[in-house]
């Protein structure tokens, strides 16, 4: 079992990656929870954008007006019928951009786009 590969251009940090590539098992004697359950939590990955002082990367801190945050979780928690919500946060957790699907490679190509996207702002 594989972490989920990513394209991460420069200027990003991930903080946090259980993101893997795999399907949810539900587990034998329950309708709804997920014998694999630790990869489908609400904490996922989180990447977040980084910026330059004289020279040097850093993470900023989230009281400042350019803090952007990519989050990622399963919800609900460990639930087979769950679905994965990507979010874009600023440093007071107000979503500027999110989608939810049960589709791993879907939320692949949205974490790249937007990171894409946000590279250039």
């Not at 990622?72 to 957790?93: A, C, F, K, M, R």
Request: aromatic fraction near 16%; avoid cysteine.
């Amino acid at each position: 079992m594989e972490l989920m590969q990513l394209r991460l251009p420069a200027g990003f940090a991930v903080t946090y990656h259980k993101f893997y590539d795999i399907d949810p098992i539900l587990e034998s004697d329950s309708d709804w929870f997920i014998e694999n359950w630790g990869y489908f939590t609400e904490d996922l990955l989180q990447v977040v954008k980084l910026n330059v002082k004289k020279g040097t990367w850093y993470i900023p801190g989230r009281e400042t007006n350019n803090y952007v945050l990519f989050d990622l979780g399963w919800y609900p928690d460990s639930d087979i019928n769950g679905h994965y919500t990507l979010e874009i946060v600023d440093g007071q957790w107000n979503v500027i951009k999110n989608i939810s699907t049960k589709d791993r490679y879907i939320i692949k190509q949205k974490i790249e786009e937007w990171l894409d996207e946000y590279q250039r702002v």
